[in-house]
């Protein structure tokens, strides 16, 4: 369909057919061009006429062949998103990066240091490094200042950079599978053990969802007093935010909690050796309360249209929330991921919160206390959230006013989790008593 022309005047491209070189009809496109995905192919170089490609915007090279992020990138004046997953790449050079750079995927390859000039990508939002080699990030990157989620799992970080924890608007981060966080993974891991549930006593239903790091699929746990369970079987790569027996260490050292989902037990004798968790089935009165970031929306949750919340309700769910990760907080552990995209709820104020994929374990000390409220910065974005959608309400002020104190450009400023779970059942108490 390419040679034909019939594609002429679209804005995305999608070609994964094992390709080895740039298809040169690629250009014909030129004029409306802005998202190529060439993922799943067999390239390992872009051609140094790329910048014809006027309008581009996003590139995706994931599952192919490159040793090193093509300099030709760097030309393309309006490139704001590149991902490079799983590659071999050992090498960005500084003539690759774009200053219009707000999204970069390097996940799962070979890179051991980075550009000092990263730090020149001011507009950069999302950063995505799990999987390497790196030790350190340059300090230039201290510059970054729009810099919302980082991902530095799975890499040999001895310690997190001291600028790091106070970067005025990060709220997402993930530093498990490091050196500086394995003792504290394994210790909290030990001291948590859940009981082994073996395969030949579940039975395995229909899929219930598919993430990065896993399936999940509703089943039937046998000689168990609960027997409806859910049961997420990981796949063993490093996804983008890290590894998954990290994940599966969090979850299960996270114990129980009413507004978690967390782990009844791992899964034993698999049949194939596959590692998995046995989890509670939540009721299926209970959605996704918001769909993951778009392209376009970059670091920010995608709601339905018309969505609003009752006062006492936003009330409600971000009192379950908060409260879900002081208890986190309280057992070392940083969720590295609180968004609307992973939590449940039931349309009623009731919510859960899942998903621990870029869980980590805190180091002590003064670090703590600057992670937790690193966290903060997430929270305040949901507070956000859910304050756009709030029906008009004279108590809304005050949830506006603690949502400010939460996103303070200066970190230390910010309360921790404790305070706003204090807040918020004060909001709730003041809820008007019905006659």
């Known amino acids: 369909m390419l040679r034909s022309g019939k594609l002429a005047g679209i804005t995305r491209l ?18 409306t061009l802005e998202i190529l995905n060439l993922s799943g192919n067999a390239l390992s170089s872009l051609p140094d006429d790329l ?12 599952d192919n062949q490159f040793t090193e992020v093509p300099e030709v990138l760097g030309r393309c004046d309006g490139l704001e998103m590149v991902g490079f997953k799983a590659n071999q790449i050992s090498h960005l ?21 980075l550009p000092a000039e990263l730090g020149r990508c001011t507009k950069l939002q999302k950063l995505m490094l799990a999987g390497n080699r790196l030790q350190s990030l340059p300090e230039t990157m201290s510059a970054c200042r729009q810099l919302e989620l980082l991902r530095i799992s799975a890499n040999c970080f001895e310690s997190l950079p001291a600028w790091l924890l106070s970067l005025p608007r990060l709220a997402w981060l993930a530093f498990a599978g490091n050196p500086f966080s394995d003792g504290v993974e394994t210790e909290y891991a030990i001291e948590q053990m859940k009981p082994e549930i073996y395969w030949h006593d579940l039975e395995i239903l229909q899929k219930l969802g598919e993430g990065a790091s896993g399936v999940i699929h509703q ?15 990981f796949k063993g790569a490093v996804t983008s935010d890290g590894l998954p027996s990290s994940e599966k260490a969090a979850c299960i050292a996270a114990g129980d909690h009413a507004n978690l989902i967390s782990a009844l037990g791992k899964v034993g004798g698999h049949s ?46 971000a009192l379950g929330i908060a409260a879900a990760v002081a208890y986190l907080h309280a057992r070392g552990i940083l969720h590295g991921d609180l968004y609307a995209h992973n939590m ?15 869980a980590s374990f805190m180091p002590s000390g003064e670090v703590r206390c600057a992670l937790q409220r690193i966290e903060v910065r997430a929270f305040s974005c949901y507070l956000a ?24 450009e200066t970190v230390q400023n910010r309360p921790l989790f404790d305070e706003i779970v204090q807040d918020l059942a004060g909001l709730q108490m003041q809820r008007p008593q019905s006659k």
């Open 385 to 408: 959230e859910l304050l756009e959608r709030c029906t008009p309400h004279p108590r809304l002020d005050a949830l506006r006013a603690l949502q400010g104190r939460c996103t303070q």
């Open 219 to 233: 089943a039937t746990w046998h000689k168990a007093p609960v027997s409806s369970v859910a049961v997420k079987l």
């Open 93 to 113: 050079s500084a003539a690759s990066l774009t200053r219009a750079l707000r999204w970069l995927i390097l996940t799962d390859n070979q890179l051991s240091t």
């Open 51 to 62: 910048p014809r490609l006027k309008k581009l915007r996003v590139i995706f090279c994931s």
């Open 14 to 31: 999608d070609l994964s057919c094992g390709l080895s070189e740039f298809p040169p009809e690629i250009f014909e496109l030129a004029d």
């Open 272 to 317: 194939e050796g596959a590692k998995g968790l046995v989890m509670p089935l939540i009721d299926a009165s209970f959605k996704n309360l918001a769909g993951p970031p778009s392209l376009l929306s970059c670091t920010r949750d995608i709601y339905p249209d018309g969505m609003h919340f009752a006062l006492d309700e936003a009330i409600s769910m």
């Open 344 to 358: 449940l709820s039931n349309g009623r104020g009731a919510c859960f919160l899942g998903d621990f994929g870029a």
